[in-house]
């Protein structure tokens, strides 16, 4: 092994500097590191490329190779030197091309634009998947608006080139972008818990941009069989105007958090009569196998102590049963018969729930036939609401959209290796 390794130490050491960083940037034939300046305080290393002498480049329009017409000095951040910040500048050659003129050379270290390294911009990639842009700006020594291009452009990219033909269902919700009530619209593939679309705003053209965005990505509005939503009119009206051919279903989630409110407007009514249902509140909401034992048997003595508190419970706990049937028919006369129940039981809350039921009857009942839910786009609201907890917030809408997608989208993005 050490015989092996002599010939290694012997080539290194007789190796310049120069030569040594020429070989591990792997720059090819075309390039050389012509000089290396360590420097400044704090200390930086910089790194001056130049192209060899004589060497043709291809045309970046028509890939004729051509002779150097000039040079223009460039300057990009690379991957550390040990603790120390390192930058390569480059005298980058502009071709003359009797067909096209005079462009440009790509260097091959870096994109088009960027000002870092592709190396540099895999580690930024390769660190944003794990921590927020303005923590990784602190640990780079960066600004964080050079940070959000180099993630926006890899994410809208692999965004762009998604392929959405194979979508046959989607579930479409809203979480919050900022404060002040203002929203965001998403739509999820239902199939794989895919973030597929995010848009400004909770209205009906929310579903019309999806509509738009579907066509762009290969698929069309016909394809889609099924939508699962809340009960906005908003959503129901792009739904039905932009996807006529898709069943819309109504979330069971979002129906059992209507019974849930109906559940706490009757507890309000009563303490506003008088009673006593002080350290209640966590008793008498959610499922009862959810609660520990001392909360259960409160919530059976205080059932029993105030009978439209009992109704009120009855109700939820059945509504909810109902959804455990697999068949349609049995379903539906279960949620009929539950209508006419919760519409006699002299709790207002309950009457009210019983026609919002009525009035969106084949969408509820749409779910017995597909099972389909939002509770994916739950799943994925919670994640995109961590990252936006994570970041503090962001500056903009594409900050949070673009944030979004790298977290959820589940996008095959074109990022460099480090090797």
């Not at 194979?166 to 979480?175: C, H, L, P, Q, S």
């Not at 509770?375 to 903009?396: C, D, H, P, S, T």
Request: glycine content about 6%.
């Amino acid at each position: 092994m050490a015989i092996a390794q002599k010939p290694i130490r012997s080539l290194v050491a007789a190796m310049t500097p120069e030569e040594l960083f020429t070989t591990a940037l792997g720059l090819g034939q075309q390039w050389r590191v012509v000089e290396c300046r360590f420097e400044g305080e704090p200390k930086r290393l910089e790194l001056r490329l130049e192209h060899v002498r004589g060497q043709h480049f291809a045309c970046p329009q028509c890939g004729t190779l051509c002779g150097v017409h000039d040079t223009i000095e460039r300057r990009w951040r690379h991957l550390n030197f040990f603790q120390y910040r390192c930058e390569l500048v480059a005298k980058v050659p502009r071709t003359w091309c009797r067909k096209d003129g005079v462009h440009q050379v790509q260097a091959p270290w870096a994109r088009e634009g960027s000002g870092f390294t592709l190396m540099m911009e895999a580690l930024m990639m390769l660190l944003s998947a794990e921590m927020p842009v303005d923590a990784m700006a602190d640990l780079l020594d960066e600004h964080d608006t050079r940070l959000w291009r180099v993630l926006m452009h890899y994410v809208e990219q692999a965004h762009a080139k998604s392929d959405w033909s194979a979508v046959r269902r989607i579930a479409v919700d809203e979480t919050s972008a900022r404060r002040g009530h203002r929203y965001v619209t998403n739509v999820l593939n239902a199939e794989n818990s895919s973030l597929l679309l995010m848009v400004e705003g909770r209205s009906a053209e929310a579903l019309g941009a999806f509509a738009k965005a579907l066509g762009e990505h290969g698929g069309d509005p016909s394809q889609i069989e099924a939508i699962a939503m809340d009960m906005s009119p908003a959503y129901v009206m792009g739904a039905t105007e932009h996807f006529p051919h898709a069943r819309i279903v109504f979330d069971k989630f979002h129906l059992m958090v209507l019974a849930g409110q109906a559940l706490d407007e009757v507890r309000r009514e009563l303490q506003r009569e008088g009673a006593d249902l002080k350290g209640a509140l966590w008793s008498l909401r959610g499922n009862a196998w959810n609660l520990n034992e001392e909360r259960q048997e409160q919530r059976k003595n205080l059932c029993r102590q105030y009978t439209k508190l009992g109704r009120a419970i009855s109700l939820r706990e059945t509504l909810q049963a109902i959804y455990a049937s697999s068949d349609r028919q049995v379903a539906e006369a279960e949620l009929d018969w539950w209508c006419g129940w919760a519409a006699r039981s002299r709790l207002s809350s309950f009457r009210n729930l019983a026609r919002t039921v009525r009035q969106h009857w084949d969408g509820i009942l749409a779910y017995f036939d597909t099972q389909l839910t939002s509770a994916a786009i739950e799943a994925v609201n919670g994640i995109i609401q961590l990252a936006k907890r994570m970041a503090r917030g962001f500056k903009n809408f594409v900050y949070f959209r673009t944030a979004a997608y790298h977290r959820a989208g589940k996008l095959k993005l074109a990022v460099p290796t480090i090797t």
